[in-house]
């Protein structure tokens, strides 16, 4: 439970920690002061002493009305009041005193069930075909990188989140490793191996799960280990060759981390983001000096969180809406369904095949 004349305070310390990390201009927070500032004078104007588990998710729904019809505030706009309040809302120290769940905008929002058409379309704008991910994979290996292709392969295949890749261990990938510190990959190409991933709620809960990368990929991690324990030499016919060096050798046979950084380190969250972000613009400049006919701006649009999305939207298309969730985490179903369309002419393949089945 927090009190409504004690909000401001806490507004003021949001707003200066947020303006720290973020480094918003000056224009940004007076915006998100004054949104946020008319909602806590919305509470007082209607004596509202409190805020707490019980009461907020109808406040704020009462305010939203309460833009739309008495004030007169076109949707967008109140969409934009309410990010900025939900986002203040759902702040560590308000959320803690409040003690209520995070909230998201469609808790407050009556949401209207979309046809099959619109949410293929949307599910696109949130992720990348087949084809799509293959060109950006594609032009990565063909800068050489084998790290950086060895990175997007694993978020493509696993669907998983940046703070657990960047947190992978070599032994969280569930094959043998052998003395040399590398995977020894399974006889059958078609295997799929199990992740296990490392994780935790908001309330520092342990959340552990297990996801799924291909054999291909498990080549790549092992190509990407060799890469780091050699290095170009030029031999007496001036001709380079890789050749292993034996300290980096011996340290990769005990290395814990997965990936790394320049310097051998575990690679952190932002250098991952900037890999992605290199590729995505190599991807646009592909497309325009080859005459590439492509509907995606790899620049603007690809980003970890679409890498994501991408696979679990490729998983969706052969699982169940409950395997999806175990695969991506979700504490609830409902945001599952996000990655989910219908299709009806693939819903009549598949009875077809398995009425087939059982007829012959």
């Not at 939900?86 to 702040?91: G, T, V």
């Not at 003395?179 to 342990?206: M, S, W």
Request: proline share 2%.
């Amino acid at each position: 439970m927090i009190e409504v004349d004690e909000l401001t305070d806490y507004l003021d310390e949001y707003l200066e920690e947020k303006q720290e990390v973020k480094n918003l201009t000056e224009e940004t927070i007076r915006k998100q002061t004054f949104n946020i500032s008319k909602f806590i004078e919305y509470l007082e104007s209607e004596g509202i002493d409190e805020l707490n588990s019980d009461n907020v998710k109808k406040q704020l729904r009462h305010y939203r009305r309460h833009c739309l019809k008495k004030r007169g505030n076109k949707r967008t706009t109140v969409k934009t009041y309410m990010m900025n309040i939900l986002e203040f809302i759902n702040s560590e120290d308000v959320q803690e005193e409040i003690q209520h769940e995070t909230i998201k905008m469609k808790d407050i929002i009556e949401v209207k069930a979309e046809d099959p058409e619109t949410a293929k379309k949307r599910i696109e704008k949130i992720s990348l075909t087949w084809p799509q991910s293959n060109f950006f994979l594609d032009t990565i290996k063909q800068s050489g990188n084998v790290r950086d292709y060895a990175i997007c392969r694993t978020f493509i295949d696993s669907g998983m989140r940046l703070k657990e890749l960047v947190l992978l261990n070599k032994d969280d990938i569930q094959v043998p490793i052998d003395e040399k510190g590398f995977y020894i990959l399974p006889d059958d190409t078609n295997e799929f191996i199990d992740v296990y991933l490392r994780a935790e709620t908001t309330k520092g809960e342990l959340k552990d799960r297990t996801t799924f990368i291909t054999f291909d990929t498990l080549v790549s991690l092992n190509d990407m280990m060799m890469d780091r324990i050699t290095k170009l030499r030029k031999n007496t016919h001036d001709v380079y060759r890789p050749v292993i060096q034996r300290n980096k050798a011996a340290e990769e046979a005990t290395r814990e981390e997965l990936f790394t950084n320049i310097k051998g380190n575990r690679i952190g969250k932002r250098g991952v983001q900037d890999i992605i972000k290199k590729h995505a613009r190599e991807c646009d400049e592909r497309i325009e000096s080859e005459g590439i006919d492509c509907p995606v701006n790899y620049s603007k649009n690809v980003s970890v969180h679409i890498l994501r999305h991408t696979a679990l939207s490729h998983y969706a298309e052969i699982l169940t809406v409950a395997e999806v969730q175990s695969i991506a985490g979700h504490s609830n179903s409902q945001t599952t369904d996000k990655y989910i369309h219908i299709d009806r002419e693939q819903m009549k393949q598949k009875l077809k095949v398995n009425s087939m089945r059982f007829n012959n």
